[in-house]
């Protein structure tokens, strides 16, 4: 198992851990020569006022087809409403979005713990690649391994 799962989610150590990871299997699959593509990071979890928001919007763009016009104006009017919206919405009607949030939270969860495998396969694999390597070329110049 991967020790980046196990720290909270979003934590400065996590992430500094991921980047140094990604890092690692980028600098590996350019040394492997592109034989493998580096693999896509998985999409963050959608909040529950997120799903609310994208269930919402039609609706106030129906009720307000003034707004449905391009622009930032247009669409900081709709936010506005959007958020009004969640804000007055009881607590019943919430719990649905907030049940949907944990269930994509728990798919992020899945995925991140696939693509750090993957990461680390890929670096695990570039490492034993250049210890294969290292080997035979050592094993070229005597069987002490020590290059003289």
């Known amino acids: 198992?991967?020790?980046?799962?196990?720290?909270?989610?979003?934590?400065?150590?996590?992430?500094?851990?991921?980047?140094?990871?990604?890092?690692q299997a980028t600098a590996a699959l350019s040394v492997?020569?592109?034989?493998?593509?580096?693999?896509?990071?998985?999409?963050?979890?959608?909040?529950?006022?997120?799903?609310?928001?994208?269930?919402?919007?039609?609706?106030?763009?129906?009720?307000?087809?003034?707004?449905?016009?391009?622009?930032?104006?247009?669409?900081?009017?709709?936010?506005?409403?959007?958020?009004?919206?969640?804000?007055s919405a009881g607590k019943e009607e919430k719990d649905k979005f907030y049940q949907r949030a944990e269930e994509d939270k728990q798919r992020f969860e899945r995925e991140m713990q696939v693509y750090e495998e993957t990461l680390n396969r890929i670096v695990g694999g570039a490492a034993l690649h250049a210890g294969m390597h290292q080997h035979h070329v050592s094993g070229l110049h005597g069987s002490s391994g020590v290059n003289m």
């Open 32 to 87: 492997a020569g592109g034989w493998q593509e580096m693999p896509r990071r998985p999409r963050g979890p959608v909040s529950a006022f997120n799903f609310f928001a994208v269930e919402r919007r039609w609706d106030v763009l129906r009720q307000h087809p003034e707004l449905r016009q391009r622009g930032h104006k247009y669409n900081n009017r709709v936010n506005k409403l959007v958020g009004e919206m969640w804000r």
């Open 1 to 23: 198992g991967s020790s980046l799962m196990r720290r909270p989610m979003g934590s400065r150590a996590s992430r500094t851990a991921l980047k140094d990871l990604e890092a």
